[in-house]
């Protein structure tokens, strides 16, 4: 799974860099999505795999705090780009004759940057917070990876305040990027709606049919992870369902934004083709 995920990402970015007609803003923030994809899977599963391969469960707490901080680093700058993805649809929909003005190359490139800036910013205040907590010698985590609210539950000291700045945290940086794919859709389907005919319908709503499924397929299983966490007791059901969310969603976002479009297919079979 972790191999698939690697070369799926890597192939969207491959196709997007090598054709020129996929230098658009939509096809520019697919693939740095792509590339926050497998920085996120490659944060986890690698160690996940050493740990099986060696029978050595052993890591650091320093291991462990860097672990914590690239996940949260590429898990918000997916999240926080699919809100960019999803303004870029809402222009290209609702104002299409002015979309190359409004997204610029310019705008694109600032959009990355601050979606960079947030996500480091979320990554170093769960990273500062976790590193204030005092532990006991040789604690077991019962997760395949180094989870914020294993963390505060395996702390000595007392976490509720710590549980309140993290519940403050998910929702500043989880409750804005969804409030902006929220709006974005309300202004899309609104403006779709007003199309007259059934055929200009559905050529609308496809320019935008895979970063739905991408977006649902995210913040769907992110939803079941926190669930999970929160109403079962059993360490191993939340395991299983951040499986879901670290390994499983990486692997299929390749899959839906090639299969449901058609640009790139044309560009994946070009760049096949250029190399045999």
């Known amino acids: 799974m972790y191999l698939v995920t690697m070369l799926g990402n890597l192939l969207i970015i491959l196709a997007v860099s090598s054709d020129s007609r996929l230098h658009t803003p939509m096809y520019l923030f697919l693939s740095i999505l792509s590339l926050a994809d497998i920085g996120f899977t490659s944060t986890t599963v690698p160690k996940m795999i050493v740990n099986i391969e060696t029978h050595n469960r052993v890591i650091s707490h320093m291991g462990c705090l860097i672990q914590l901080s690239f996940l949260n680093l590429f898990g918000c700058l997916d999240s926080v780009l699919l809100t960019v993805m999803a303004y ?29 800036l947030i996500s480091l910013l979320d990554s170093q205040l ?51 990027p969804v409030s902006g794919i929220l709006f974005s859709y309300t ?21 935008c049919g895979s970063h739905l499924s991408v977006v649902c397929l995210f913040y769907g299983t992110g939803l079941g992870v926190y669930l999970s966490s929160t109403v079962s007791h059993s360490p191993g059901k939340g395991a299983v369902a951040s ?34």
């Not at 609702?94 to 601050?114: E, Q």
């Not at 180094?146 to 500043?172: E, H, R, V, W």
């Not at 202004?187 to 320019?207: D, E, Q």
């Open 187 to 207: 202004r899309i389907v609104s403006s779709i709606l007003r199309v007259p005919s059934a055929g200009g319908k559905y050529k609308a709503f496809s320019t």
């Open 126 to 176: 769960h990273c500062l917070m976790m590193s204030q907590l005092t532990f006991c010698r040789n604690v077991e985590i019962p997760h395949f990876f180094c989870d914020p609210p294993q963390f505060l539950k395996l702390s000595c000291n007392d976490t509720s305040a710590d549980k309140i700045f993290m519940y403050f945290l998910g929702a500043i940086f989880g409750g804005i």
């Open 243 to 276: 499986v879901m969310y670290a390994v499983v969603v990486p692997m299929l976002n390749p899959f839906i934004y090639s299969l449901r479009n058609t640009d790139i297919k044309r560009a994946l079979q070009r760049l096949l083709n250029r190399t045999t």
């Open 88 to 116: 870029d649809r809402f222009v290209a929909i609702c104002y299409p004759l002015h979309y190359p003005v409004i997204m610029n190359p310019r705008l694109c490139s600032l959009l990355i940057l601050v979606s960079f």
